[in-house]
C-alpha cells in the first residue's frame, strides 16, 4: 500500500505564503508524476500544478508566476510553495503521485487525505 500524507495548510491573510509538503510512505518501486489539485466549496477538483520525475512543471494559469511545485526524489516528497495568496486560492488542497508498486505492476494514482488552506481579505 501507498500512503500519501500532505501537511503545511492553514490560514493566512492575502499576500501572505504558505508551503505545503506531501510524502509518499510505503510500497514503492518509483513515482512518476507527482502534483497537487485542489477543491473549493460547490467546486470541482482542479489541478493546480504537476511535476515530472525529471522536473518538467506545469501549472494552471491562475497559479502561475505564484507557486512554485518542487520534489525531492530521495525523499519521496512533493511541495507547493504558495506566494501571494488570494482569497479564491481557498480550498482543500490534494496532493497526487502516480506510483509503481512493482518492477511489472501497472503504475496507479493515489491521492492524500487533503489539506485545507484558508486565505482570509
Known amino acids: 500500500q501507498v500512503q500519501l500524507v500532505e501537511s503545511g495548510g492553514g490560514l493566512v491573510q492575502a499576500g501572505g505564503s504558505l508551503r505545503l509538503s506531501c510524502a509518499a510512505s510505503g510500497t514503492i518501486f518509483s513515482i512518476n508524476a507527482m502534483g497537487w489539485y485542489r477543491q473549493a466549496p460547490g467546486k470541482q477538483r482542479e489541478l493546480v500544478a504537476i511535476?515530472?520525475?525529471?522536473?518538467?512543471?506545469n501549472y494552471a494559469d491562475s497559479v502561475k508566476d505564484r507557486f512554485t511545485i518542487s520534489r525531492d526524489n530521495a525523499k519521496n516528497t512533493v511541495y507547493l510553495q504558495m506566494n501571494s495568496l488570494k482569497s479564491e486560492d481557498t480550498a482543500v488542497y490534494y496532493c497526487?503521485?502516480?506510483?509503481?508498486?512493482?518492477?511489472?505492476?501497472?503504475?496507479?494514482?493515489?491521492w492524500g487525505q487533503g489539506t485545507q488552506v484558508t486565505v482570509s481579505s
Open positions: 497526487t503521485a502516480n506510483v509503481k508498486v512493482r518492477p511489472l505492476s501497472a503504475p496507479r494514482d493515489y
Open positions: 511535476i515530472t520525475k525529471g522536473g518538467s512543471t
